[in-house]
């Protein structure tokens, strides 16, 4: 196997990995709102517990990813460099959860299962659209070019051939 392929599977079990922390987050999260808080109505419980749930598993995800997954393609360890990063993952993000909730309704009207287990089914198929999502534009690997002046750490010069 080649090397870039060796790297891109560890870098997937490594997202795996963090990724389970954020599927918990999101269960549990679902499962308060869906059975607790929103239980009396098909909108609050299918549709609005989904996405307070979705976006607390987003910020789980995105430090695991900051910090873990693609911490050696992060050049400026800084708070506007996460903050930067925080907006673009969670506008790519909002791609997935339509996906998600897409699936996740189709799950519904299908089998009539409960919505937390519709929910396990609809993550495994936006978590896929997620790391590919990550790894090629949220995290991509940017290569510097010979001639970049390396003064200003905020914009790096980067070879457009090399993406």
């Not at 909730?101 to 299962?113: K, N, P």
């Not at 590919?132 to 070019?145: G, T």
Request: some cysteine.
């Amino acid at each position: 196997m080649s090397d870039n392929f060796c790297n891109l599977l560890k870098r997937f079990v490594r997202y795996f990995c963090a990724s389970l922390l954020g599927t918990a987050v999101d269960t549990a999260v679902l499962w308060l709102c869906a059975h607790l808080l929103f239980s009396g109505t098909y909108f609050g419980r299918n549709i609005l517990s989904p996405v307070i749930s979705f976006e607390c598993a987003v910020f789980t995800n995105f430090c695991s990813c900051f910090f873990i997954v693609w911490k050696d393609r992060i050049s400026e360890k800084s708070l506007s460099s996460f903050f930067r990063h925080l907006s673009a993952y969670n506008a790519s993000c909002a791609g997935a959860f339509l996906l998600k909730l897409g699936i996740l309704q189709l799950v519904i009207l299908a089998t009539s299962m409960d919505v937390v287990w519709c929910n396990l089914i609809a993550l495994c198929f936006s978590g896929l659209f997620n790391f590919l999502m990550n790894d090629q534009v949220i995290f991509r690997n940017r290569k510097m070019r010979k001639d970049a002046c390396h003064f200003d750490s905020r914009t790096p010069a980067t070879d457009p051939e090399a993406e």
